[in-house]
């Protein structure tokens, strides 16, 4: 079993920076990889980024290269999401996941959760 607990959102203004970071806890999870999706309000959840835990290896989706990256520190079983330049449309519920296989981009391949933390954006 494996815990994780998100923090670090809050309301920043646009064109701000915020950095959310994803707490583990139980089981490491060398084997899995960590996600982050976002559920803005009204729309499907959709994915942001993952990092496969032990080689550090990164994707992200397309329309946010440039602005945010993922990272881990593997010693504090911690996963961080690096948002820059926020905009409005960056609005959303920010959840990281624990991958244990299949398509990183698919939140069917992800068997824990966190219980999201806000992003508000004001522009």
């Known amino acids: 079993q494996v815990q994780l607990v998100e923090s670090g959102g809050g309301l920043v203004q646009a064109g701000g920076s915020l950095k959310l970071s994803c707490a583990a806890s139980?089981?490491?999870?060398?084997?899995?990889?960590l996600g982050w999706f976002r559920q803005a309000p009204g729309k499907e959840r959709e994915f942001v980024a993952h990092?496969?835990?032990?080689?550090?290896?990164?994707t992200t989706v397309n329309s946010l290269k440039g602005r945010f990256a993922v990272s881990r520190n593997i010693a504090q079983n911690t996963g961080y999401l690096q948002m820059n330049n926020l905009k409005p449309e960056d609005t959303a519920i920010y959840y990281c996941?624990?991958?244990?296989?299949?398509?990183?981009?698919?939140?069917?391949?992800?068997?824990?959760w966190g219980q999201g933390t806000q992003v508000t954006v004001s522009s």
């Open positions: 996941a624990a991958r244990s296989g299949g398509d990183n981009r698919l939140s069917e391949s992800y068997i824990y």
């Open positions: 139980g089981r490491t999870f060398r084997s899995l990889g």
């Open positions: 990092i496969n835990w032990a080689a550090g290896v990164t």
